[in-house]
């Protein structure tokens, strides 16, 4: 559920933080994990959302995953829309390793200890009215998208 929170806490840190910090993630889940390949895989999540102002869309979603200052995973999401008020979103991709990580690093991920990790994540968000910003932010500690410290 790492790109829920990283979602909610790149909105959150955006300039336009007045308007997102309305916005509440209530239940969310994972709603389907399919191999692609020995080094990629498909997913989807969803998640309620409580969204009090204008409906926007977000797209050109991209992040990678760091342990150690080493590059293990990339991936994408395909674009998707948040409505004003109360709707289930569901936010679909692919991760795969990056070059040069190995399956057993990323294994590694069943003894998970956030302080290892860190995000770097873009998107773009464009509101109903029109008005578009790209929101991109690198190194973010996975403990702190976590809020575990």
Not at 102 to 123: H, I, Q, R, T
């Amino acid at each position: 559920m790492l790109l829920v929170a990283a979602f909610v806490s790149l909105l959150a840190a955006d300039e336009c933080a007045a308007q997102f910090s309305k916005l509440s993630i209530g239940d969310y889940g994972i709603k389907s994990i399919m191999p692609e390949s020995f080094s990629a895989v498909r997913g989807a999540v969803w998640l309620e959302v409580d969204n009090p102002m204008e409906s926007f869309t977000v797209s050109e979603i991209s992040g990678k995953v760091y342990k150690n200052g080493v590059a293990l995973l990339q991936g994408n999401a395909n674009d998707f829309t948040v409505v004003n008020g109360k709707s289930k979103v569901e936010i679909s991709g692919r991760a795969s390793l990056c070059g040069g990580a190995s399956l057993w690093a990323v294994l590694g991920l069943v003894f998970f200890e956030p302080e290892e990790y860190k995000v770097d994540m873009s998107m773009r968000i464009t509101l109903a009215s029109g008005e578009t910003r790209v929101v991109e932010k690198k190194g973010l500690p996975v403990t702190v998208l976590l809020k575990l410290k």
